[in-house]
Structure formats: C-alpha cells, structure tokens
C-alpha cells in the first residue's frame, strides 16, 4: 500500500509504503514529520467514518490563510481502522484507579473461546433468565421491592431513621387523606392528582399575602381568610406530599403480593391519622425483611451464570440453594405471590436436572480463565524480568468476578501498588503502557497498528526486551500490519542485521524530508554497516579526494590510528600549508621523513595523494564552494562547509552540532552509509548554504 500525503504540517508531499502483513520501520531523524504521518492516517480513516475532514487540523501554518492549500491523505482507503501509540494513548487508557489498563479483563482474558463457552452456559441458564425477562410484572416488582426498601433509608437499631422518606410521609398521620378541621375546603387540591404542584404553588405565592389583602392571584380581598391560607403551609409542603403519594402509589401496586391481613394492616398504617406506633414499625420493618429477601434471591436468579457457579464445588447443590421456600414469607402469602414463586422453582427444577452438564462447562470456564491469566501474567512478566524492572502484574479479581491487571513490586510482598501513574518513572510508564496497548491492538485487530517512536527513550536491554515482546513472542504483533515510525536505528540493527533468525524480516527504509518533499530509501540487511566499513567503502567510491580524506580521517580517529598519516590528514583538513604535528604536549612542525611516510601511508587508500596538491585544494575557496555546491551528499557537503568556514563566526551554531550532535559514528557501531541516507537535517545544511552564497 502507497499512502501519499498533501499539505501536512511540515510535509507538502510524499508518500510512504506499508506492506500488509508485515513491520514497516520507519527510520528517520528528528523533524522529518514522523508524527505527522502517522496523525495523516488517523486522521483520514476517522474522517471517513466521522464525516468530518480532520486533516484541516494538519494544515501548515505558512498556509493557513491559503485556501487553495488542502491536506489530503490517499491510498489508504483499504483501512478501516487504526489503533495508535502515542502520548494520548498512554494519558487515555493506561494507569486507570482500578487497573492499570482500561478494560483489561475484555483485553487480556475475554476472546472468542470465553464467549463461546459463556453462551453455552447462558442457554442452560435460559430458562431460569426467561422468566425474570419475559415477565414484565416480576421486573415491575423488582423496582417496586427496591424503591419500598429505599424508603425505609439507613438502617438504624430500633424503627425507622429519621430522614427517611416513610417518616417524612407518615410520621405525622396522613394528612392527604385526614385533612386538618379547618382546610376542608381546598380537599379538592389536596386530594387531587396535582396536588404536589398546588401545595408548592400556594407557598411560592404565601409570601405575596404579607404585603396586601388582595389575591395574588385574583386579587379578591382575602383578610378573613389570611390564618387558614397561612396554615395550609404549617401543615404541608410539597416534599412531604411527593413523598407520601410515591409511597402510597407503591404500596398500591404491591398489594395483590401482600397476604389478607398483611394488606390490610399496612393500609391502616399508611392512612392512619395520627401518624405511626413503634409496634406498627416493628411490622412494617419485618414485611421489608421478607420482601427485601424475595426481592434478593429474584436479583440473584434473575443475574445467574457462569459467575455465580465459578466457584462453587457443586453446581447442583448451589441450585438448590436458590429454591424459595414460600413458607418464609408469611407477608407473600398471596396468590399472585406464591404464583411467581412457584414458576421460578419450577425453572429451578429444570436446570437441577442438566446440572452435569452445567458443572462441565463451568469446569471448562474455570480452567481456561486460569491458563489465560497465567500465560499473560508469565509473558508480562517476564518482560518485566528482562527489561531489568523490579515490578510484576497481576490479574486480580474484583467482586464481580472479572480480573483486573493490578502492579505489584517486588518489595511489597504481593501487595498492590496504588497511584500507579506518579509512582512509576516516566521510561517505566511507557514501557508497561506499550506492552499494554499490543495486548490492547491484537484484541481489537484494526487494519493497521501505528508505534509513534515507541523506545528511544529506553537504554539498549530494555529496547531489545521491548522489540522482543513485541515482534517474537507467539502472541504479538507478528504477522500484523504495524507502521513503526523511530529515530532510533537499533531496532533495525536487532531485527534486520544481528537477530534476523529471531525476527520475521521487517521492511526497513529511511526517511527524509527537504524543504516539505517527503522520500523514503529502502533498507536492507547490506546497509547496516559499522563505521569503519562505512568510511573504507566511501574511500574506495568516486568521491572527492576531499570527502575521502574525511573518511580516512575518521576511520583513524575511531581505530585510534592517530599517527603520522592521521597528523597529515588532520593539517589537510585545517588548512595548514606547513603540516603541524602533536606529541607528549609539544606542537612542532613535521619532518620530511614524517611526511613522506604519511603519503606513503595515506596512499595505500587514496592511492592519487599528495600533500601539496591536496593543500593546495583545500586553501582554493572558489574550488573549495565549487565542490560543495557540486556536492549531493549531505554527510559530505558538511565536513566541506566545516572546511571553509573554519575561521568563521558565522559557523559557530553549526559547528556546535557538527561537535556534540551529528557524530552518531561515535555513539553506534552500526549505522547507515551518510554517502546513501541524508542523515543531516535540512536545516543545517540551509544554514551552511546560506554562508556559502556570502562568500
């Protein structure tokens, strides 16, 4: 697949391929719009989900009042879904309160074969389920039974706690049914089946009567009347009144559950005048016992499954458990009651009789929740063992029976490490949190897995220990379309040149971006080279005798060959016509013999050199800019800006990174040739191009 991409931040155009099916690294230095690259893809396939074009996030700034510059992503129309590494990642989904990865028990444990054995054990189930989903009154009693036993609020030792909705209701009698002597005239409103709106507006207009004698409302003088309109509102307010008809409403429906005289005992109390006795709360607490206990053993019917048997013995005393005993609920004695009751057992019955069965798929459940939580503690971990951290996971399951990925350190006995996320140093939260978004991608399968520079940040073993987990395990990425962008070289080094018997073979190429044109440069196992091969090879090239003289220089500074041929190669190169040498502290000039055995020397590689012409050269500046504006290496093109510019002011910032950045020769043994890769940044070599036209 060619993906092209237009008008991207720092990217007017290019392109770059992904193989499907395998690992594409993308290697490039800092600044070429890795990052770019990848949030061009995202960005293009949500867009054609979302139908919204979020590549105009992505728009350059040197063109953002351009409208005729449009970003744009072609070629991978064929992806339909992306999952990507990046900071966001690690900030969204990783170092949850609970879990160290959001949803990990959907992620590490629950697959196909869970699913499938789960949905046996959901048909054997079913005709328990049925009856609780095909019976609309027994899910209206189950609300009911909850909304009565939240009535009662906080449990408290002896009657009913004060701020409950029972005591606000009924504590002074029923005042909706036995209106107070004197407001028999607003019955009507009371009474009526608006009467919470009436009571809150005749207080809401209370505060108007203070002020005149006339009807808020009507304005009919209302002076006689002032006492009994004020003490409509010491007897009532509308919380009071919503409490007591929602309470009334419930008991209402719940009565055809209640026995004869339990109903008629609760109708008593729920329109008593003079509010409850402590013996009528004592009643009224042990219905709630019953109902709260019916309601209890329907909840755990109604939920049963694999959880509720997991770790029982036998499943079939289990269900035997759950039979209700009608006797225990002299408050349900009604028919409707014992109806429910007796359908339920009767489902009960029916699944006692394939309780083998049941058992065997439990049994089967079991085992395979275990052997998938140890082999992905086992891989985790020994991940972890690897990269050298003093942490493992673990999968511990919560009270609804899930597991949750937990971190625990090797020196807190097992226990779990809270606050993970400011515990942990930055390096070590993106290694966990990259070895649990591959978890995470393989789970949800997309088109196309994105790394966004996934372990420059890590040293050389947790790199490997990283890429090994990643790309070789049985369960990795292997085998998945994965799009790793890095400008870190090493996991080319391990995978293409020193491991390429461990790793499937990833397709490798260098990217580079001048000016806004984005190119790659394939990468095959041949380019990996040491340094020192490197600066052989280019000596031996077509090269300059400038830039091979730099390769020498090089290649005797890295073998730390610094004798007479270096000294000479060295006084070239600074543009000294009478060539120095250094010893035991002391600057002298070079002897005739010294310099005759360094040609002879610098010969055996650049067999056309001579001191007096290769000084000669070097101290021509319009030869000297000829060659470097004639020069397409950029590797080269630089060490001939060094050349020129050596006196200069101007070169200082430039000469800072030749120094302390762009010696990467010195930092890795394995590299790729600068003569073939543009490994230095276009800026830099803008800045030199930018001296030389002043010269």
């Known amino acids: 697949m060619e993906v092209e991409i237009f008008n991207c931040n720092n990217i007017d155009n290019g392109s770059v391929s992904i193989s499907e099916g395998f690992l594409n690294i993308k290697y490039a230095i800092n600044g070429t719009g890795k990052s770019t690259i990848s949030k061009a893809i995202l960005k293009s396939v949500s867009s054609r989900v979302s139908g919204n074009n979020e590549l105009l996030e992505l728009k350059p700034f040197k063109a953002i009042s351009d409208e005729d510059v449009i970003p744009a992503v072609n070629g991978c129309e064929a992806i339909s879904s992306v999952r990507v590494f990046d900071e966001s990642y690690i900030n969204d989904f990783t170092y949850q309160p609970d879990e160290l990865l959001k949803g990990s028990f959907d992620i590490l444990i629950r697959d196909e074969n869970y699913d499938s054995v789960m949905a046996e054990i959901e048909v054997l189930v079913s005709q328990i389920k049925s009856h609780f989903n095909d019976d609309q009154d027994i899910e209206a009693l189950i609300g009911d039974f909850n909304e009565l036993s939240s009535s009662f609020g906080k449990p408290i030792k002896k009657g009913v706690h004060g701020s409950s909705v029972i005591a606000k209701a009924l504590k002074g009698g029923n005042k ?27 207080l809401d207009g209370g505060q108007f009567i203070e002020e005149t004698d006339s009807c808020p409302y009507c304005v009919s003088d209302v002076k006689e009347a002032k006492e009994t309109i004020k003490r409509v509102s010491e007897v009532y307010d509308s919380k009071s009144i919503q409490n007591l008809n929602k309470l009334v409403q419930i008991f209402q429906r719940l009565e055809k559950y209640f026995s004869t005289q339990s109903k008629e005992i609760i109708s008593e109390f729920v329109s008593s005048v003079d509010g409850y006795t402590e013996e009528q709360v004592g009643y009224l607490l042990e219905v709630k016992d019953q109902i709260d206990r019916l309601n209890e053993r329907f909840k755990q019917l109604k939920n049963i499954g694999f959880f509720t048997f997991k770790d029982v013995d036998k499943v079939i005393d289990e269900l035997r458990k759950y039979t209700i005993d009608s006797n225990l609920y002299s408050h349900l004695q009604s028919e409707e009651s014992l109806d429910k009751i007796t359908k339920v057992n009767g489902s009960i019955d029916e699944l006692i009789d394939k309780a083998g069965q049941l058992q065997g798929r439990i049994a089967v459940q079991n085992r395979y929740i275990e052997r998938v939580v140890q082999d992905n503690k086992t891989n985790i971990n020994t991940f972890l063992r690897n990269a050298g951290y003093k942490y493992t996971v673990d999968l511990i399951e919560d009270d609804t029976g899930k597991h949750r990925l937990k971190l625990i350190h090797s020196d807190l006995d097992s226990e779990e490490v809270l606050g993970v996320r400011n515990v942990l140093s930055y390096g070590e939260r993106n290694a966990f949190a990259l070895v649990l978004f591959m978890f995470d991608a393989l789970k949800a399968s997309p088109d196309l897995i994105v790394l966004d520079d996934p372990i420059s940040s890590f040293d050389k073993n947790k790199k490997y220990a990283i890429i090994e987990m990643l790309f070789r395990k049985e369960r990795s990425f292997r085998g998945e379309t994965v799009l790793l962008l890095s400008h870190d070289f090493e996991p080319i080094v391990d995978m293409l040149y020193h491991h390429s018997d461990r790793f499937e073979k990833p397709h490798a190429s260098f990217l580079q971006n001048n000016n806004g044109q984005l190119s790659e440069v394939k990468i095959e196992k041949s380019d990996v080279m040491t340094f020192v091969d490197i600066n052989s090879l280019n000596i031996t090239s077509d090269a300059s005798l400038v830039a091979k003289l730099v390769y020498l220089r090089r290649n005797y500074e890295i073998l730390n060959s610094k004798g007479v041929a270096y000294q000479l190669v060295s006084n070239i190169l600074h543009r000294r016509q009478v060539p120095l040498t250094y010893g035991d502290g002391i600057e002298r000039e070079m002897t005739p013999d010294e310099i005759s055995e360094a040609e002879t ?90 001296y030389v036209a002043t010269l």
């Open 176 to 202: 909706v049914t036995n209106i107070p002597e004197g407001l028999e005239a607003y019955q009507e409103f009371i009474q009526g089946g608006n009467n919470v709106k009436w009571v809150k507006w005749q």
């Open 601 to 690: 020397e610098i010969k055996v590689h650049v067999s056309d050199f001579d001191y007096s012409d290769a000084i000669q050269l070097i101290l021509n500046n319009t030869a000297m800019i000829e060659l470097y504006q004639s020069c397409e290496n950029s590797y080269e093109k630089l060490h001939i800006y060094r050349i020129i510019s050596e006196d200069a002011d101007h070169a200082d910032v430039i000469l800072k990174f030749i120094n302390q950045v762009f010696h990467i020769e010195n930092d890795y043994i394995y590299q790729l040739n600068p003569a073939k890769y543009q490994t230095v940044p276009q800026y830099v070599i803008d800045e030199c191009d930018q």
